[in-house]
């Protein structure tokens, strides 16, 4: 149970520090990956991100992005969109 709220709260705080960055025709949400590798390794194997694993940042996902908007209001009681 604790590495799941691990592994949200991770995903939220990801979410929190994005920016958004150009790729082709569209935006993405870029982040920084400074967190533990297990918990990275857990996210990008739910594919809530992708990236180099030689990169220090990786791409939130559609889902991810989705999901971290859930989880604030799970864990801050507000709807958050960046």
Do not use: C, H
Not at 46 to 70: C, F, M, N
């Amino acid at each position: 149970m604790m590495d799941e709220i691990v592994k949200e709260l991770t995903l939220l705080l990801m979410y929190l520090t994005s920016w958004k960055e150009d790729v082709g025709f569209a935006q993405a949400r870029r982040t920084w990956k400074g967190y533990p590798f297990e918990t990275i390794n857990k996210l990008t194997d739910e594919e809530l991100i992708s990236g180099s694993q030689r990169s220090k940042s990786v791409y939130l996902t559609d889902e991810g992005v989705k999901l971290a908007e859930q989880l604030g209001k799970k864990y801050l009681n507000e709807e958050i969109k960046l």
